[in-house]
């Protein structure tokens, strides 16, 4: 359906009036749209004075994906999950792997009608336990997002969001009774650079981290490392510091490597030094679960007991060869492994 309007299309919730056109509240950018007009998600346009979701019940993507490559490592380990998107995203990240549908109009990218209940029905049909919004940003396809995460509920799948956290505090504590995971791109720990790399700033991103922590949400923390811009040993030990300070040690943290994309072709693949360097910072910091993602040439994706360093559960890229976890506990010493297990 290529370049094709479709009838699935809906208004859009957190907007107002204002003069000559509507202000979009959903997140932090506050879009003004005279009539035509798009917001900077590229989803979301005036027509006639309502704001409407252009990409709602029209994914761009949609397939069948270990949990693990979310990356959600404590989240029901070697389960499946639908993951689903659209078109369109509310930052502009110089290295985004996804920018040709993430920074695309949903007339620009190939597409087939999916309304809410069809998606719920494929779940079930594929016997996946959990429906990931992910690959672009689902927090900008709200109003698709929720619908299917109540349908969802409601046949006992449950939702996990992968996001760069970068919306208002209603619209997210509104949709958190539906989700039961996350997993939050944290850009940088430097607001001038999330302003210069990715359009965004780093303090919404905080608050949003802190609310799904704050209201029982799982969640798991992903950090890219850039050479030369967000990897210095100070921003790291900084961010970890206020993860620990802030009651996120028990979050697992996924450090990735970073390669050359989209609009940093010039930067070099992250050396594997730096990860190294990045996973000591965290856990002499405090944080109990470090991941190094991206990375072959050391085993950067198993669970360790945060206690005794026994080998708890060991993967393999997106595959899990072993897990020894008890009830959600070490199998040798007893110690409780934070996760959702079951």
């Known amino acids: 359906m290529r370049g094709e309007r479709h009838q699935a299309t809906k208004e859009a919730l957190f907007y107002h009036q204002i003069d ?12 003004h749209m005279g009539d035509g007009q798009y917001g900077i998600c590229l989803s979301r346009v005036n027509r006639g004075g309502k704001l409407i979701s252009e990409v709602y019940g029209l994914p761009c ?8 490559k979310k990356p959600l490592f404590h989240f029901l380990p070697a389960s499946q999950c639908l993951s689903i998107a659209t078109t369109g995203c509310n930052l502009s990240c110089k290295n985004c792997q996804n920018y040709t549908i993430s920074q695309d109009k949903v007339n620009e990218a190939a597409s087939e009608v999916m309304l809410p209940q069809k998606v719920v029905e494929t779940a079930l049909d594929e016997q996946c336990p959990s429906i990931a919004y992910t690959y672009t940003e689902p927090l900008t396809f709200y109003e698709y997002t929720k619908d299917i995460s109540i349908l969802a509920h409601q046949n006992n799948i449950r939702n996990v969001i992968v996001s760069a956290g970068y919306i208002n505090s209603q619209p997210l504590e509104e949709l958190i009774p539906y989700i039961d995971a996350a997993n939050i791109d944290l850009k940088s720990f430097d607001n001038d650079l999330y302003k210069r790399l990715n359009g965004a700033t780093l303090q919404p991103v905080l608050d949003t981290l802190k609310m799904l922590l704050n209201k029982g949400v799982w969640l798991e923390i992903t950090n ?3 050479p ?15 993860f620990v300070d802030n009651g996120f040690a028990d979050c697992p943290l996924h450090f990735s490597r970073f390669f050359p994309m989209y609009r940093l072709e010039n930067i070099p ?11 000591d910072i965290a856990k002499d910091c405090g944080m109990k679960y470090v991941y190094l993602g991206n990375v072959s040439e050391v085993e950067g994706d ?6 005794c360093n026994t080998l708890l559960i060991h993967r393999r890229g997106f595959t899990v060869l072993a897990n020894q976890l008890v009830d959600g506990h070490c199998c040798h010493c007893g110690e409780k492994i934070a996760g959702v297990w079951r």
């Open 224 to 226: 890219l490392l850039i």
């Open 20 to 31: 000559k056109g509507v202000q979009c509240d959903l997140c932090p950018h506050y879009c």
């Open 302 to 307: 198993n669970t360790y007991c945060p206690k």
């Open 228 to 242: 030369t811009l967000n990897d210095s040993d100070e921003m790291l030990r900084n961010m970890c510091t206020w």
């Open 61 to 68: 993507a949609l397939n069948i994906d270990p949990i693990e």
């Open 269 to 279: 693949v992250t050396p594997l030094q730096t990860l190294l360097k990045a996973y």
